[in-house]
């Protein structure tokens, strides 16, 4: 199932990675500045990125492709371009899943589609990480790994990892309870570069059909 698909029907991602190398640890405070600075001191981040989704006997099942922005807290537009269009835009109130293709927009409140999710990780603040036990961490392939268990046992997915290269976020993979694993790699990444605001902002296209209501701002406020 589709990264983006998973999140606008609100099926729950899980990040793995897979391979040789990996030992929990308990130390955290070796582990926990390099999440705290990803957590802290990005604030924004943009990437294109190559994404394989991978089924539970290991067998590719689908490939995509498309860009990311993140504008931290609470902003994040992941549009894939290949093999079909498709838009997830969190506008820091509202969920925005727009399928070009179907012509099919599907919105839910921010906080509740978001809540115990991976997601979290990429436009939350820093308190996200109390929805998470940090698990350990491992050199692999050239990254450092950080691993990720969700607090809530129900949240649908087992575990987090998130691949740095230095101290930039360059990798992502995926598990959910069903045992598919999601692959994302990022690249030409620009961390703290200007993004235009506006790309945050979803204006529903005409002649779509609209399923589920937004929620509004405090006091109809903007």
């Known amino acids: 199932m589709h990264f983006l698909r998973q999140f606008g029907h609100g099926a729950a991602l899980a990040l793995l990675v897979a391979g040789p190398g990996f030992a929990a640890s308990d130390d955290k405070a070796a582990i926990s500045p390099l999440l705290d600075r990803y957590l802290t001191e990005v604030s924004t981040l943009s990437a294109d990125f190559t994404q394989s989704l991978i089924d539970a006997d290991g067998e590719l099942v689908e490939e995509s492709s498309g860009s990311l922005l993140i504008s931290r807290p609470g902003r994040f537009r992941w549009t894939y371009r290949e093999p079909y269009e498709q838009w997830l835009v969190a506008d820091g109130l509202n969920l925005w899943s727009y399928d070009v293709d179907l012509a099919q927009v599907t919105v839910k409140p921010q906080s509740a589609a978001l809540a115990s999710t991976p997601a979290l990780l990429l436009g939350g603040s820093d308190d996200v990480l109390a929805e998470f036990h940090y698990e350990g961490s491992a050199s692999h392939g050239g990254l450092t790994w950080v691993r990720l268990v969700p607090v809530d046992p129900d949240s649908g997915f087992r575990h987090v990892e998130l691949g740095f290269s230095g101290e930039t976020l360059a990798r992502m993979v995926f598990v959910d309870n069903l045992e598919q694993t999601t692959v994302v790699t990022l690249d030409d990444?620009?961390?703290?570069?200007?993004?235009?605001?506006?790309?945050?902002?979803?204006?529903?296209?005409?002649?779509?059909?609209?399923?589920?209501?937004?929620?509004?701002?405090?006091?109809?406020?903007?």
């Open 189 to 222: 990444v620009d961390v703290n570069g200007a993004i235009d605001g506006a790309l945050f902002d979803f204006e529903i296209p005409d002649d779509v059909d609209v399923v589920g209501t937004p929620a509004t701002p405090p006091n109809g406020t903007n």
